[in-house]
């Protein structure tokens, strides 16, 4: 409450910057008597995380208070469920399958995440026992990468393919060198043959000839 808004007769009380440190019962009294009472509740904050394999998970402390580390699995195989961690103050205490995965700075971290830590991380207030940030973590699947070994026998395969084709090929080219080298040879011999035959049977036509007359 500012003095103006005393001298002006509001007697309200602001809180300004509201954050979970100030959740509380505030009662209002006059002359010793309760007039009202108001509970300040802060609604919990929800994220998205997606990170990939091997990132840290950073889950940030809202207080600095004794705090919980809840999860919840959306995956069919996950090593488990329910309070992972405890928090207060620099005091950091972890189930033992992520005692050496996590670490506690300003914020709890998380190291070494597969896709089996996807799902759902809540921060609980023990004092309070109110939830006050959730944390809904993606980790990708990792697409396998092709098999070398596998890779090089495809491209061996396919050189052997290509260089058999070639062989082929300049057999082929061989052969039809060969048959048209030859073809004029064959040509000139059958036209020698026609012709001779035709010379004989000309001169047979002219002795025939030379005996009528």
Request: glycine share 6%; with cysteine.
């Amino acid at each position: 409450m500012s003095h103006d808004q005393y001298l002006k007769g509001d007697l309200s009380l602001t809180i300004t910057d509201a954050d979970y440190t100030k959740r509380s019962l505030y009662t209002c009294t006059c002359s010793g008597k309760d007039i009202c009472d108001v509970s300040l509740q802060i609604e919990a904050c929800n994220s998205s995380v997606q990170i990939k394999p091997d990132e840290p998970l950073v889950l940030d402390l809202l207080l600095s208070e004794s705090v919980e580390v809840i999860y919840n699995s959306t995956g069919a195989a996950a090593p488990s469920s329910g309070q992972i961690c405890t928090v207060a103050g620099h005091s950091l205490k972890c189930k033992p399958e992520y005692t050496r995965r996590v670490s506690l700075i300003s914020a709890v971290e998380l190291q070494g995440t597969t896709p089996s830590d996807s799902g759902v991380y809540s921060i609980r207030d023990m004092k309070n026992e109110e939830i006050i940030q959730t944390y809904t973590v993606t980790v990708e699947e990792v697409q396998p990468c092709p098999d070398q070994s596998s890779t090089v026998t495809v491209l061996t395969v396919l050189l052997a393919l290509t260089g058999a084709g070639l062989v082929a090929a300049v057999l082929v080219i061989v052969q039809l060198r060969k048959k048209n080298s030859g073809a004029p040879e064959r040509k000139y011999s059958e036209w020698n043959s026609n012709h001779g035959n035709r010379g004989v049977n000309m001169n047979g036509l002219n002795h025939s000839v030379e005996e009528q007359r």
